[in-house]
T-cell receptor, first 116, second 110 residues
Framework: DAGVIQSPRHEVTEMGQEVTLRCKPI?????LFWYRQTMMRGLELLIY????????DSGMPEDRFSAKMPNASFSTLKIQPSEPRDSAVYFC??????????????FGPGTRLTVT | GIQVEQSPPDLILQEGANSTLRCNFS?????LQWFHQNPWGQLINLFY???GTKQNGRLSATTVATERYSLLYISSSQTTDSGVYFC????????????FGAGTRLFVKA
């Protein structure tokens, strides 16, 4: 079975450019999570969706970040404009979620973003 | 929000040794997971263990939810066990908002 798929795996861009990260969750999973990992702050939850609806985006660092989930099999995380401090590894995870509960999360391989 | 503390922060073992990693959390949680992040950065599920005890080969885990801690046991460690071990808990009634601990960095020497 395919796991969580993320693309691209590596992204190098210049400050000010728009960056779009993509995620395909595991088929049948209805909860999706975006995380960011840095040395300074560790693994942080940015936003999560349940049944394609954003539930909590309080972890999104600022208005430059936005996330969408247009259907059950695809989500994007966009940064516009990008800044050097956005350099990090961005992970997507998915799980089965029932009303009021989320269960075991499975992580994708991550996208390593470098903003110069 | 909930606080998650892991100890020890760093651990060096000789191959074949046993170890116990600890995760303390400051409030009731809906679920708890242990992950291993390998040297290539991949996050690998070890256990989904909101309570009770589970075993998988040389690894086992115990969560005592009422006392707000979880333990990960590694027996007969191997060099491939090296990496960072994370504990993650979900807070709130919805069980979605996930908080990661800072991790325990393990190095197993041959």
């Amino acid at each position: 079975d395919a796991g969580v798929i993320q693309s691209p795996r590596h992204e190098v861009t210049e400050m000010g450019q728009e960056v779009t990260l993509r995620c395909k969750p595991i088929s049948g999973h209805n909860s999706l999570f975006w995380y960011r990992q840095t040395m300074m702050r560790g693994l942080e939850l940015l936003i999560y969706f349940n049944n394609n609806v954003p539930i909590d985006d309080s972890g999104m660092p600022e208005d430059r970040f936005s996330a969408k989930m247009p259907n059950a099999s695809f989500s994007t995380l966009k940064i516009q404009p990008s800044e050097p401090r956005d350099s990090a590894v961005y992970f997507c995870a998915s799980s089965v979620g029932r009303t009021g509960d989320a269960y075991e999360q499975y992580f994708g391989p991550g996208t390593r973003l470098t903003v110069t | 929000g909930i606080q998650v503390e892991q100890s020890p922060p760093d651990l060096i073992l000789q191959e074949g040794a046993n170890s116990t990693l600890r995760c303390n959390f400051s409030d009731s949680v809906n679920n708890l997971q242990w992950f291993h992040q390998n040297p290539w950065g991949q996050l690998i599920n070890l256990f989904y263990i909101p309570s009770g005890t589970k075993q998988n080969g040389r690894l086992s885990a115990t969560t005592v939810a009422t006392e707000r801690y979880s333990l990960l046991y590694i027996s007969s460690s191997q060099t491939t066990d090296s990496g960072v071990y994370f504990c993650a808990v979900a807070e709130g009634t919805g069980g979605f908002k996930t908080i990661f601990g800072a991790g325990t960095r393990l190095f197993v020497k041959a």
